[in-house]
């Protein structure tokens, strides 16, 4: 059993006067790597990942084709950030383009209005294969922005990420 429950309360049919868990918001999270945290970020995109299938044709079987996993494969994490003194990012990647590999493990963490943790996703073995520095515009008197592109070889969350986060919701219905 992977932990996936059907019942009419999960799908829609909410008992009433309790509402349906309201999502998490997207805007208040952090980033660390190899256990310091390296920055402000304003966005992680990323966070994904597919299984890979193959087809398999069985003969005599005209109706479908059978689709077997092969394998799973992360996304890149791009991370992105106003650009300050900090130039621990420009270094690690600088060093990986002269051939100084150095990968790193680290962790996306979505936090509260307390900033405290509210579940988080782990990666492993990352890897810096392109930065982007800022773009500069002499009429522009906004912040400049760099971003890093990670490749990872996979994203883990794990359990007490998830129990964590379920009993947040719990506690979020019982406010109601």
């Avoid at 130039?87 to 002269?98: E, F, I, V």
């Avoid at 990666?123 to 890093?148: C, H, K, M, Q, Y």
Wanted: hydrophobic fraction near 45%; aromatic fraction near 10%.
């Amino acid at each position: 059993m992977i932990g996936l429950s059907w019942a009419p309360a999960v799908i829609g049919n909410w008992v009433p006067g309790v509402r349906p868990l309201d999502p998490f918001p997207g805007f208040n999270f952090a980033v660390e790597i190899e256990g310091l945290m390296v920055g402000g970020f304003t966005s992680v995109d990323g966070l994904g990942g597919e299984i890979r299938t193959t087809e398999y044709r069985e003969g005599g079987v005209n109706g479908y084709v059978h689709r077997l996993p092969d394998c799973a494969t992360s996304t890149n994490l791009v991370l992105k950030h106003g650009l300050t003194a900090n130039s621990s990012l420009w270094n690690w990647y600088d060093n990986a383009a002269r051939g100084v590999i150095q990968r790193c493990n680290g962790t996306i963490m979505m936090l509260d209005r307390r900033q405290i943790p509210l579940m988080w996703w782990n990666f492993r073995n990352a890897l810096p294969v392109r930065w982007t520095g800022p773009a500069l515009d002499a009429s522009s008197d906004g912040i400049i922005f760099e971003s890093i592109e990670l490749a990872h070889e996979g994203l883990s969350k794990p359990l007490a990420s998830q129990a964590l986060a379920a009993a947040h919701g719990l506690a979020q219905m019982a406010r109601v």
